[in-house]
């Protein structure tokens, strides 16, 4: 559409064509392996984050179920926990609860 044809049918000012014009120029430079490429990207990007927060939600639920517990238990269920994360359980428990 020439400039001529815009003003007589339309009544937006020039500075909405630029827009308009950069947006089609946009979409038009845009192609398909550009957009499969955003898909992936988004994708990958929801899946680490859901997974980060499901290790923390899973972390969170056992720092509160042992902060719970009667010391005894807690140190029980400590005890057969991996080192580095019971490590880490007792870190939150200190950090949190206050408790040791």
């Not at 899973?58 to 994360?85: G, H, Q």
Request: hydrophobic share 45%; with cysteine.
């Amino acid at each position: 559409m020439t400039t001529a044809k815009r003003d007589r049918g339309h009544r937006l000012p020039s500075r909405c064509w630029v827009v308009a014009d950069t947006f089609c120029f946009f979409i038009l430079v845009v192609t398909a392996t550009d957009i499969t490429v955003w898909i992936i990207s988004a994708l990958l990007a929801i899946g680490i984050g859901s997974s980060k927060y499901a290790k923390w939600r899973t972390r969170n639920k056992l720092v509160r179920d042992l902060a719970a517990m009667d010391p005894e238990r807690r140190e029980k269920i400590l005890s057969r926990m991996s080192p580095e994360l019971a490590m880490e359980a007792r870190q939150e428990l200190m950090r949190r609860f206050h408790i040791s």
